[in-house]
């Protein structure tokens, strides 16, 4: 009997975890100015670097962004310059926020000598941290923005205890839409 209660809730634990995983994706939207040509555009730096205005320090969520940044750029055959086409600025932003859930719950059972059935309500109170990383794209030549790419979704424990795959997974997420996207990427 112990084994078989185990066993059962080995599955409910790995039932879990996928439906975790399914609801971790992000939310990614974009939006791209139609005039711009992004095939004329060979170079790219981020914004606070070739401006000058760096702040004090760089967190390691700011290394990880800008690493991530730096492949998807390079992947589209873009080069970081001192003295850019482009500039890259980013955003991120976090916010606690609580989702409340009520069902309908009933039960038919015996109690008190009798069968009988009762109606209430299951509330799930659901606490989690839901974080934005905006990623703008701008023409340095008329210093117009001409693409922004945006992720929202939940921050899970496992992307904080190691942030960096989640990082790179997500910046490759908004970097799918691109204008521009690696040659090796399949034609949509």
């Known amino acids: 009997m112990n084994a078989a209660n185990t066993m059962a809730r080995g599955g409910l634990m790995i039932m879990m975890a996928l439906m975790a995983a399914c609801a971790s994706k992000p939310t990614i939207r974009s939006n ?16 606070d ?41 980013t955003h991120v932003q976090t916010k606690d926020k609580v ?17 009988g059935w009762g109606a209430g309500v299951s509330t799930t109170v659901d606490n989690y941290t839901e974080g934005t990383l905006n990623v703008d794209v701008i ?13 929202v979704g939940r921050i899970h424990e496992s992307a904080r205890d190691n942030p960096q795959p989640a990082v790179d ?13 690696p040659a090796d990427a399949p034609q949509t």
């Open 49 to 89: 670097e070739v401006t000058g205005k760096k702040a004090a320090y760089d967190s390691f969520a700011t290394r990880y962004i800008k690493t991530a940044i730096d492949n998807e750029m390079q992947k589209r055959g873009l080069q970081k310059s001192n003295n850019p086409q482009l500039l890259v600025n």
């Open 99 to 115: 989702k409340v859930t009520e069902n309908p719950s009933g039960y038919y059972g015996y109690r008190y000598g009798m069968y």
């Open 32 to 47: 791209v100015d139609p005039s711009a040509d992004f095939a004329k555009f060979q170079t790219y730096g981020f914004f």
């Open 169 to 181: 997974e997500v910046v490759r997420q908004v970097f799918e839409k691109f204008p521009r996207q």
């Open 139 to 151: 023409d340095s030549a008329t210093s117009r923005l001409v693409w922004e790419g945006v992720a």
